[in-house]
């Protein structure tokens, strides 16, 4: 399986990325014809060699010719859904656009609908995010991975006004994403950069077990006071088990506490940011019935998982632990059944999907809407995934 993995040792931003593709070996023309199914105008590409520091980068720049209008989110779907572009980074751009105006929303108070993309929705981030979709899909990349970020610090001017680094809207999109500060007054991770590593990347932390074939160097906008680069290792996933992480268990005995109350415990275990929240019929001393509360969360979150415990619980004390987690890349797609639109889960390993599980809400929701058997919404929702994972004869098998 062909993978990527993206070291941001000075952060990311649209520019950056596309320009550790070009270095991995994406040719230019390639990325022209494959952006030149969009329907817009006033751009075009720049490609040159830079130094940021001692390391020579390859620096994509986007011209901008004409003036761009503000575009809300409903309009850059639109641009996409009328495109000339394979379906795959079509969808792929739609969801790190998806991503962007979710966080802009939720900074400003405002309908996802409602938001207007400012500097993200010009020309410019659209062939960002564009080209890199499709520098990912050009290259054959099948899985990409993402080191910690650095966020820089200071004030950046937009058009909401002087904002602090980094920028809400960032920090929104990296919620539960490993990020530190950085050592430069200057904004290292824009929101485009964010919404790309969020929605091409399967996972962040160190970088996997790979066999390298490339490295890439794509250059950003201004010198730093370090090489201020983006490197890119290109190349083959090792084969054995998905990658590891690390993982906080917290578990507490409970024997004195109304059972009708752990629904509660556990929702807002999970709405504090749990993985996983489950109950264990235990024996305790004298022969008294328990309930082992276990919850599964990621070391950042274990001591609000635990003041949750304490807060909503009759426990006194609570034992907490690291454990490793071996987990499948998963991803979801949508198929259309008799009754209606069901979500399927995917479970891939070595780039092949193993498991597909039918979301267990959605078919529910039908079988009481329709009278089907909810056994039998599942059946076909699972058997239409299958079916929609099949190759066609006709697909392009290029590689």
């Known amino acids: 399986m062909k993978v990527a993995h993206l070291d941001c040792f000075s952060g990311i931003s649209g520019n950056m990325l596309l320009g550790a593709l070009v270095d991995c070996g994406l040719e230019p023309a390639e990325l022209e014809a494959a952006l030149s199914g969009i329907a817009l105008e006033g751009w075009r590409l720049r490609f040159s060699r830079g130094r940021r520091g001692p390391l020579d980068c390859a620096l994509v720049e986007v011209e901008v010719s004409t003036p761009q209008p503000e575009r809300r989110l409903p309009e850059v779907v639109a641009l996409l859904e009328q495109s000339a572009l394979e379906p795959l980074v079509a969808h792929r751009a739609g969801d790190v656009f998806r991503r962007l105006a979710e966080a802009e929303a939720a900074v400003h108070g405002v309908a996802v609908e409602e938001v207007h993309f400012h500097e993200v929705g010009a020309v410019d981030a659209i062939v960002d995010i564009v080209g890199a979709a499709a520098g990912f899909h050009l290259l054959g990349i099948e899985r990409a991975t993402c080191s910690p970020l650095p966020l820089g610090s200071g004030w950046v001017d937009t058009d909401h006004g002087r904002l602090p680094i980094p920028a809400p809207a960032t920090v929104k999109l990296l919620e539960g994403v490993p990020c530190y500060a950085g050592p430069e007054g200057a904004e290292l991770v824009t929101p485009t950069g964010a919404a790309l590593a969020t929605g ?113 619980t009759t426990t006194l004390g609570i034992r907490a632990r690291e454990v490793s987690r071996y987990c499948l890349e998963r991803e979801w797609i949508e198929v259309s059944t008799a009754w209606g639109s069901v979500r399927v889960k995917l479970g891939r390993l070595d780039g092949k999907v193993i498991t597909a599980a039918p979301e267990y809400e959605d078919c529910k929701r039908l079988a009481c809407e329709t009278g089907a ?11 239409a995934a299958q079916a929609a994972l099949e190759p066609r004869p006709d697909a392009d098998k290029r590689k």
């Not at 058997?373 to 058997?383: F, M, N, T, V």
């Open 200 to 312: 091409l990347c399967a996972s962040f932390g160190p970088m996997p077990a790979m066999t390298v074939r490339r490295v890439g160097y794509g250059a950003g906008s201004r010198e730093l006071g370090h090489p201020n680069c983006l490197r890119m290792f290109l190349g083959e996933a090792a084969e054995g088990l998905p990658a590891e992480e690390s993982l906080a268990l917290l578990e507490t005995n409970v024997d004195d506490m109304n059972p009708e109350l752990y629904e509660h415990v556990m929702e807002a275990l999970f709405q504090a940011g749990a993985l996983d929240v489950f109950l264990t019929p235990i024996i305790m001393k004298k022969s008294r019935p328990a309930t082992l509360l276990s919850a599964l969360a990621p070391p950042e979150k274990q001591a609000k998982l635990a003041r949750v415990i304490f807060r909503e």
């Open 373 to 383: 058997p909810l056994k039998e919404i599942h059946d076909r929702a699972r058997a």
